[in-house]
């Protein structure tokens, strides 16, 4: 294969992802085979040694989102990353299957029930103070017991909001971890090949 | 200082603070001030709010009865003193509800039956319309009131997960059994048989002397008298405790206890339980 053929196929397989990271990538790709050019190696035997443009490209766009989603601050958007990181290296490697999306599912169930005690625990402390106005009040009982009531009330709330603090923090350092496991386990299937 | 840790730390300050002004405010309340306070605020819903959806009253002539069986399966039920010679129902009901045949009389007594009141609005509804009654999430589960008069001497009632609660009745004999329903009674208690497998009971009694029989597997029961107490204590359990209010002065008992006197001990209170505790208090 020639190196405009190989380009030309690699550019299309990118198709995806936007526009100057396509246009990167193909700089790279190009300025690569020159270098090896220009030291004395064919342009077939280069092309050949990249390997089929589908699968490079298959590989690359896993590199790019899982960079894009390690980079992202914000974890809403860290988290739907991630879902297309596993996404695409579960199409480059089907073993990731059981490398990858096991032990993903195993930690986003455990992220999950953290997060639904979370917001129970919320929910409670809001249906509490609810119940509080609608009935407490008007039970005869003197301030003391009203305001005990009360404040248990809150602070009911105060360790739902801790939970929830804890449970974000919990979730960013789980999903930084799992990115890095996606990055180490891209480079493996890179040295494989 | 980030601002997310400033709001942290400030949400566990008053968390903390929160949990600690609770516990002080409670303790300096009365921990059985505390737990009454609580019950009473079952009890307001019970009367207050529940009751309230209350659109339905039917009249039934009591004469020539001296007995009544209630049976219901979810239906919490209250009991009282009728001011008339009448037998009175009142509860809520809509036009879905099939309440066909509730009530049979066989010879001396009157049988209703509340399982025919089967409920077909939605589990819950969002009250907005009396704010005297507060807003928030009422279940739509039916309680009824039933009123009888003085010629009733005697009522037995079953229910499943039911509530009863029973007052100021002066019956020569009163028999509840539920499975999982709390049972409140209160006022002069002269025969009381109550059963129950894991709901708690809760008697108040207006004499010292009061005959009070309780089985229960895991409920708990808290006896309270307002006045000094005359009774023959006596309580079967494998792993109930009994505990004592301050003014009765006594100590925690682990186990069975048997014939436990207070004052004279001329009235008597059995309790039968598994692992259910008893708490006898005097106010």
């Given amino acids: 294969m020639k190196k405009q053929d190989f380009i030309n196929q690699l550019k299309t397989e990118l198709q995806g992802l936007p526009a100057t990271e396509i246009n990167d990538i193909i700089r790279d790709q190009e300025e690569m085979i020159s270098d090896a050019i220009a030291a004395g190696r064919t342009e077939e035997e280069i092309v050949n040694s990249l390997g089929e443009p589908k699968e490079l490209a298959r590989s690359l766009k896993a590199e790019f989102k899982i960079d894009k989603a390690t980079e992202e601050s914000n974890l809403p958007l860290q988290v739907k990353g991630a879902f297309g990181a596993l996404g695409a290296l579960l199409v480059l490697a089907p073993f990731n299957l059981i490398f990858v999306l096991g032990p993903f599912c195993a930690v986003i169930g455990t992220l999950i029930a953290g997060w639904a005690v979370t917001l129970a625990l919320g929910t409670t402390s809001l249906a509490l103070i609810g119940v509080f106005f609608a009935k407490f009040i008007f039970v005869t009982a003197g301030i003391a017991a009203h305001f005990s009531v009360f404040f248990a009330f809150i602070g009911i709330m105060g360790l739902a909001m801790l939970f929830g603090f804890a449970m974000y923090a919990v979730t960013k350092l789980i999903f930084k971890m799992m990115l890095s496991y996606f990055k180490w386990n891209l480079n493996f299937i890179k040295a494989q090949a | ?283």
């Fill in chain 2, 1 to 283: 200082m980030k601002t997310t840790t400033k709001v942290i730390l400030i949400t566990a300050a008053v968390t903390i603070v929160s949990f600690s002004l609770s516990g002080m405010l409670a303790k300096n309340y009365g921990e059985g001030k505390m737990t009454q306070y609580l019950q009473d605020v079952a009890n307001y819903s019970f009367n207050h709010v529940d009751l309230e959806f209350a659109n339905t009253e039917e009249s039934l002539s009591a004469e020539k009865l001296i007995e009544i069986e209630v049976n219901s399966t979810e239906v919490d039920l209250k009991i009282e003193k009728s001011s008339d010679d009448k037998i009175k129902l009142i509860y809520s009901k809509n036009s879905k509800d099939k309440t066909t045949d509730l009530i049979h009389i066989n010879g001396l007594t009157m049988k209703i039956d509340f399982d025919q009141l089967k409920r077909e609005g939605p589990w819950v509804k969002f009250n907005f319309t009396n704010p005297e009654e507060g807003t928030g999430f009422l279940a739509n589960q039916s309680v009824v009131k039933i009123l009888v008069p003085e010629n009733i001497r005697k009522i037995k009632i079953k229910t499943v997960s039911g509530d009863m609660k029973v007052l100021n009745l002066d019956l020569e004999e009163l028999k509840l059994e539920s499975v999982s329903g709390h049972i409140d009674i209160q006022g002069k208690l002269n025969d009381i048989n109550a059963k129950t497998i894991s709901g708690d009971f809760l008697v108040n009694s207006d004499l010292d002397n009061p005959k009070v029989k309780i089985s229960t597997v895991s409920g708990d029961t808290r006896a309270v008298f307002n006045s000094e107490p005359n009774i023959n204590f006596n309580f079967e359990t494998v792993s109930g405790e009994v505990s004592f209010s301050e003014s009765l002065a006594r100590k925690e008992i682990s186990g069975a206890v048997k014939d436990l006197n207070f004052g004279k001990g001329e009235g008597s209170f059995e309790v039968q339980s598994t692992s259910g505790d008893v708490k006898i208090e005097k106010y």
